[in-house]
């Protein structure tokens, strides 16, 4: 028999098994063996007075740029910053070079993801060959190879009639299709958020219409074809009124949301520091505000970073051509904390939801719970400890992420992916 | 040196000039005086004032660009400096060496000051915060032109003494101009009522929350106004199809004869050039009395001559 390992007087967080108390974890053979008050010497003992042990967080959309920009980012460095943050499992965005798009593809991060033993590795796959939006990918394929869903994230499917067919071959496997949704054409060449600030930058705007017109699109498809969709990243109130329309009307539709879209607004702009330059874009205080509220409606799904590294050299250029993206994967617990903890907006137990049980239902693994038998995937968190984000000390290859300097509460202690630590504070 | 008329107290203290949004009218007023004393420069025989000598300005654009880069080299050879001419047409997805670094080697050769003109808005902001050299934005992308608008304001007040209470109109693409908002901050501050005239597609997002009135009719404001200022149709700079025709563009916001016979009989009519004749302003009103384009470029030579003398004296008291 493995090692077991004891996780003593923490207060335990699962949402899906309907538990908030302080007790004991037990973990034994890589799984869950006992939740509640347990009398057994073991091995290993994890004292977790005053701590947070809630089910592994869930990160659905991550950009570990690997295959193509290993610079920037790879599977390995990702899954490092993953644990470190307590992720125990990431979703990666296909949008790689080359795309990921078949599956030889997905068994390659798969395989990278082995190698490394960190974190749990999931990709998507993409809708269209090459992200191009013309021809349908091999979905089945991907689909049988382990891709939990699919994506042309960067980018939306811009031809609705490529779309409908997507979700109507989508159908035919139980997989969710995924959606940037941007409408290119009235997004054009925009860099920020269209309004005020990009008005008095002079910078180029991209139009909340852009978002919530696919959106729109989608929702109409949606009805028409009944397949599990998601929508990546939505920022703005229009958007969130689609979506609480959609799941009014009882719509297989979920959404998440980044941090960034929770604490920063295109004012943040006005300085023109690139950190701050990420699609979509910054929004208005009124966005945040709607957000914040349909989170506090129980409209919003996951919590998802989007953690999108890029090189330094690619920051200190003109806002106009930085590339799009704010790496904020090893802060992502502090910020949520930060924005929806602090100000009442959610519980701990709401909060843990939306990084745990939601984001796996979404995905479709079995994850997200301490129940009993499950692969143990535990975080630790010491909600009280306050310190500076540094992002010199990210595991992350990249640093662009404007959060740097911020005072945060809220640090993971240990991260327990199957039953292993992989990471400790 | 008697050039520089002495202001109560006043003191400038800016290495850099990059938008007009951020000074304040008593800085505007200042610049504005200063060039009212290097006028006189360039109406005497020999036509330079030593201020400068010794230090070098690299005009530094990356945009086409004739009248302004000539002012600036002009007004810099009249402070007796040293000028380089660096141009050089970059597109944004060009993989070459970055704004950066090129600003970086010209400054480990020795420069004192950078005028940028870039097609990015906020470049000369960014050259700013990583150089040492006094940076001077000549145009970044449709942000800023702070010394158009400076030209434009002094223009204006050398004729009409004073902005305060007058009505001015800035008419076409105003979405996608940095004339358009460099005279929008000026005007506004030394106390004018600025009305962005243009189609409902060439107005930027969220013009209403802009300190200015807005309106869709050319007509409806041509005989109240006080100054006009036409802004050239930038075809390189229009996405899409903002406006039907030139022809229809031309009948709701030309500058006819015939909407100068309604306007008040002394109706500044202003032009940054170069002018699509026919298009935004029939000849005969580009041509005609009212017309002061031809000292908006005379003026802009003393007033960007006042920028480089000041930012220089800036730095200087800075080391």
Redesign the interface.
């Known amino acids: 028999m493995d090692s077991e390992l004891l996780i003593k007087n923490g207060r335990v967080i699962d949402t899906a098994g309907g538990i908030d108390k302080k007790c004991d974890v037990l973990i034994a053979d890589g799984k869950i063996a006992e939740v509640g008050v347990v009398n057994k010497t073991v091995q290993t003992v994890i004292d977790a007075e005053g701590k947070l042990v809630t089910p592994g967080l869930i990160d659905i959309h991550v950009h570990f740029r690997e295959p193509g920009d290993e610079e920037e980012e790879t599977i390995a460095s990702g899954s490092m910053a993953a644990v470190a943050a307590g992720f125990t499992s990431v979703v990666c965005m296909p949008n790689t070079n080359p795309v990921i798009e078949t599956e030889t593809d997905i068994e390659y991060i798969h395989r990278k993801a082995r190698q490394t033993r960190k974190t749990h590795v999931y990709t998507m796959g993409a809708i269209t060959k090459g992200l191009q939006g013309v021809e349908l990918a091999e979905m089945g394929f991907m689909a049988e190879a382990g891709a939990v869903g699919f994506t042309d994230d960067g980018r939306g499917v811009q031809d609705p009639a490529v779309m409908l067919r997507a979700l109507k071959y989508a159908a035919m496997f139980d997989v969710f299709i995924a959606q940037h949704c941007q409408d290119d054409a009235i997004a054009?060449?925009g860099v920020m958020n269209?309004?005020?600030y990009?008005?008095?930058?002079?910078?180029p705007?991209l139009?909340p219409l852009a978002e919530e017109a696919m959106l729109w699109r989608d929702i109409q498809l949606i009805k028409k074809t009944n397949v599990r969709y998601h929508a990546q990243h939505i920022s703005t109130t229009g958007a969130v009124e689609l979506i609480r329309q959609a799941k009014k009307d009882s719509l297989p539709v979920t959404c998440e949301v980044t941090p960034h879209h929770l604490l920063l607004t295109d004012e943040c702009c006005a300085?023109?520091d690139t950190n701050y330059k990420v699609n979509p874009p910054l929004r208005s205080a009124k966005d945040v505000e709607a957000i914040k509220q349909a989170i506090a409606d129980g409209l919003i799904d996951a919590l998802a970073t989007d953690h999108a590294p890029h090189l330094q050299?690619e920051r200190?250029?003109?806002?106009?051509?930085a590339p799009f993206g704010i790496a904020s994967l090893e802060c992502a617990l502090a910020l949520y904390i930060k924005a929806l903890i602090e100000p009442g907006i959610l519980d701990w137990p709401g909060l843990i939801r939306m990084m745990t049980e939601k984001p796996a239902k979404i995905i479709g693994v079995d994850k997200g719970t301490l129940g009993k038998g499950k692969q143990a995937d535990v975080t630790i968190i010491d909600p009280n400890a306050e310190y500076k984000i540094d992002v010199s000390t990210f595991h992350s290859k990249s640093r662009n992420c404007p959060y740097h300097g911020w005072k945060v509460k809220g640090k993971v202690e240990k991260t327990i992916v199957g039953g292993e630590i992989r990471f400790e504070a | 040196m008697a050039l520089i008329r002495k202001s109560k107290q006043f003191k400038w203290h800016r290495k850099h000039l990059l938008g007009l949004r951020e000074l304040s009218a008593e800085e505007i007023t200042y610049i504005l005086d200063t060039a009212k004393g290097f006028e006189q420069v360039s109406t005497r025989s020999v036509k330079k004032a030593p201020p400068l000598r010794g230090k070098v300005v690299v005009n530094l654009f990356f945009e086409d660009s004739t009248r302004t880069r000539i002012s600036f080299s002009l007004a810099a050879s009249r402070l007796s400096a040293d000028i380089i001419e660096f141009t050089k047409k970059l597109s944004s997805v060009s993989k070459g060496e970055t704004l950066l670094d090129t600003a970086k080697n010209l400054e480990a050769m020795g420069i004192d000051i950078v005028v940028v003109r870039h097609s990015a808005g906020g470049a000369s902001r960014f050259l700013s915060k990583n150089m040492n050299a006094c940076v001077i934005n000549a145009g970044d992308g449709f942000c800023e032109h702070p010394t158009q608008g400076l030209l434009d304001v002094y223009t204006i007040r050398k004729i009409k003494g004073s902005l305060e209470g007058l009505k001015i109109a800035i008419v076409g693409d105003i979405a996608h101009s940095r004339v358009a908002r460099s005279d929008m901050w000026a005007m506004t501050k030394l106390g004018a009522e600025v009305t962005f005239v243009g189609p409902p597609t060439l107005m930027p997002a969220e013009v209403g929350r802009l300190p200015v009135k807005v309106s869709y009719s050319l007509d409806e404001v041509i005989e109240k106004i006080d100054v006009i200022n036409m802004l050239r149709i930038q075809f390189e700079r229009l996405g899409g199809n903002p406006f039907p025709s030139i022809r229809e563009y031309s009948h709701y916001f030309g500058m006819t004869v015939e909407r100068m016979k309604r306007a008040k009989p002394d109706i500044m009519v202003m032009h940054p050039g170069p002018i699509n004749r026919g298009l935004e302003m029939e000849s005969e009103v580009a041509d005609g009395r009212n017309s002061v384009i031809l000292e908006q470029v005379t003026n802009g030579l003393a007033v960007r001559m006042a920028v480089l003398f000041l930012v220089n004296q800036a730095a200087a008291q800075s080391e």
Do not use: H, P, R, V
């Not at chain 1, 990009?198 to 910078?203: K, N, Q």
């Not at chain 1, 200190?316 to 051509?321: D, G, K, M, R, V």
């Open positions: 054009g060449k269209s309004g005020y990009s008005t008095i930058l002079g910078l705007g139009d300085e023109y050299s200190e250029i003109e806002f106009l051509t």
